[in-house]
Structure formats: C-alpha cells, structure tokens
C-alpha cells in the first residue's frame, strides 16, 4: 500500500487513519479512496506497541490532522480534478448552511433554537499564537444578536474563563475544557427563567494531576522551538502548529513520556494539538446533552440544537444530534473532512453571516406572529 493520506475524525467509533487504495470517490459509499481503522484497533495498537512505535504513530497522526495541497516527502496531493470531484462529492453531502438556510429556518419552525458555537476556528480564526485568537467585534455583535433569541453555549477546549475573557459577553453558557467546566448566567434570563445558576465541574479531583502535568511538559518543551503548553484546567494543549515538522517527532516524545506516568489521563488530537485530559467519560457531546436538560429541553420535541465546530473534538456533539434525530451539526472547514455534521460553512466569517441571518429570520417571524 502505498501513498498514505490519512483521515482523522473524532467519531467514537474510529479515529480515522486512513490509507490510499483506489481511484474510487473518497466519499462514495461502501468502499473509496481511503480505508477507516476503527478507534478500538488503534487504540489497541498503540496501547501493545513498543515506544517508539507508539511515538510514530502519534507523529503519522499529526501529519495526518495537518492537510496540506501538496503532501511532505514523497507522497504527492491527489490530481486536481479527483480534488474537485471529492470536493462536489463532499458538499452534497455537506451542503453550505447558508445555501440550505431556508431548509433550517423551515426545521425551526415552531422550535426553540438553542445554540452551541465552539471557539477557535469557529468565532475566531486559527492563529499561529493561541494567546492572540481574538474574535472580532462583527462577530461579537453577531453572537450577541444571536443570544438574544436563542440559549447560546460557548463550548471550547480552552479554559472557561480564558475563553469569557474573550468572548466579553455576558448572558451565555460557557463550557471550557471540552465540556468538563461549564457554567451558566449568574442572573436570570428569558431563557434560564427559575434564576438557577447552571455550575457543573466533571473532574475536580484530576486538577493536581493537570496542573502537574502542565509544569512537567512546560519544562520539556523548552527545547522545543515554537512549541507551546496551554493549562486549561481541566486539560493540557500542547501547540505545535509553530513547530518545524521535523521537530514533531520530538514532540509526540515528549508527550507520550510524561503521560506514560499517568495512566489516569490520556491523549488526545485537535487540529495541530495535543491534549491530554482526564479518562472520564465526558466530551463535548456530553455537554450538549447536559446544557440541554439545564435549560429544560432533555425530552422536549420543541427544541432545535444547532452545533457548530471545526474541530475533531466537535465530532461528539455532531454525533449525539444524530443520535436524538434532533437539530443540526455545522463543520466549518474548506477541505472535505469525515463528519457526522449535517451542514458546512467554510470560514468564521461565514459563520457571522449565518448567525445574523438567523437573527434576521427570528426577528421577522416575530413581527410576523
């Protein structure tokens, strides 16, 4: 087998390693470019292998989360009219948000619409520092225009108050740490009308081990140049999006040997990250459904959940509004990527757009009752 281009989701049945096989459609069904290696397969490899095996496995991983037109080495990006082919193929399965608007308008009908916006590449762009990924103030003024119509959850990777501190607005739900540390408005709201602040924390007795963690890798990573280490409470992001490719190697090293002193956490991927986080059951998705039923909204047929991420770990939330036959997943993302989102947008600006046009909707079918 040969030219290996990967593909990775975060769907919990399989991590997505994929190999090159065929001249077939990536996505046509039964069979394509790219063979799935279920989650548990490689999960059971990684957990057998040696070391160093373990290691490169982790550096394929990294490479494969990080698509480029044009693959390092010796293995070369897909013709360009295969490219364009996948890419059709993609979007109508995935089709635009904002072209298939008046179809989600349509499924709101009658519906509260609450809304979950993940943060970096969602609300903000990705940046090279993750210090500087501010979210600009048409943005902000879009989700607040949305907040004022619909419950709205922030649901991040990053610290919960690193995130508020970003955002700047008051009246949403924050969820930091994949859903592990979230809380609600303080006051009370039209949409949180029993005045119960929503807190919930899934991991407290884990914060001496992260914060652990979080010094040791600091330390390793010094003599890694443009490596850098995220304490997000509840989880450590180690950013490499600054890192020499070369270097990842080292990278993964010096992760995979601090975290083999704790079997207590593990190791996961986002888009040029690693984290490692608690081994409790509990993601992004888990937090949808939590947030849903602090609103009242558990087992109401009332209610459109509408998630929108960029990320693999956005995946869990895609997963559970499948799962409930309930409300709509949206990936933000330019290149066709394994999903279980129902719709696409390509960029944080276009998410603007589709919050202020959903604003506009609201605001008219109002005026209209």
């Not at 069904?29 to 095996?53: C, F, M, N």
């Not at 990527?337 to 719709?343: F, I, N, V």
């Not at 960029?347 to 046009?357: A, D, H, I, N, T």
């Amino acid at each position: 087998m040969t030219n290996h281009n990967a593909l990775i989701s975060d769907a919990k049945a399989s991590i997505g390693v994929a190999v090159r096989v065929s001249n077939q459609s990536l996505f046509s069904p039964g069979g394509g470019r790219y063979i799935s290696i279920p989650r548990k397969k490689l999960v059971q490899k990684l957990e057998a292998d040696p070391s160093q095996t373990r290691i490169n496995t982790w550096i394929e991983a990294m490479r494969a989360s990080s698509p480029t037109k044009t693959r390092p080495g010796n293995i070369s990006s897909l013709p360009e009219s295969d490219e364009e082919d996948e890419h059709s193929s993609w979007m109508a399965q995935h089709p635009s948000a904002l072209r298939m608007f008046e179809e989600i308008a349509e499924a709101s009908k009658g519906k509260q619409i609450v809304m979950f916006l993940d943060y970096d590449g969602t609300l903000s762009p990705i940046v090279e520092d993750p210090e500087r990924a501010y979210m600009t103030d048409e943005m902000r003024d879009a989700v607040k225009g949305a907040a004022r119509y619909f419950p709205t959850a922030i649901v991040t990777g990053r610290c919960r108050d690193k995130v508020r501190r970003f955002v700047k607005l008051p009246g949403l739900y924050y969820a930091g740490s994949h859903g592990m540390d979230i809380k609600g408005p303080s006051k009370k709201t039209k949409h949180n009308k029993n005045n119960k602040g929503v807190l919930f924390q899934a991991a407290n007795e884990f914060l001496p081990m992260i914060d652990q963690v979080s010094k040791c890798l600091v330390e390793k990573m010094r003599d890694v140049q443009g490596a850098s280490v995220e304490n997000n409470k509840f989880c450590v992001s180690v950013h490499y999006r600054c890192v020499d490719q070369k270097n990842w190697g080292l990278v993964a090293e010096h992760v995979t040997t601090i975290l083999s002193e704790y079997p207590k956490l593990r190791l996961t991927q986002g888009r040029k990250v690693l984290e490692i986080r608690p081994t409790v059951k509990w993601d992004k998705g888990k937090a949808l459904e939590f947030l849903l039923e602090s609103l009242g909204f558990a087992n109401s047929k009332d209610v459109l959940p509408i998630y929108i991420g960029d990320d693999r770990t956005d995946e869990d939330a895609f997963q559970v509004l499948r799962k409930r036959g309930q409300g709509f997943g949206i990936l933000v993302s330019k290149v066709p990527k394994e999903t279980s989102a129902t719709y696409s947008l390509q960029e944080p600006s276009e998410v603007g757009e589709f919050l202020r046009r959903l604003v506009e909707w609201k605001q008219m079918s109002l005026r209209g009752r």
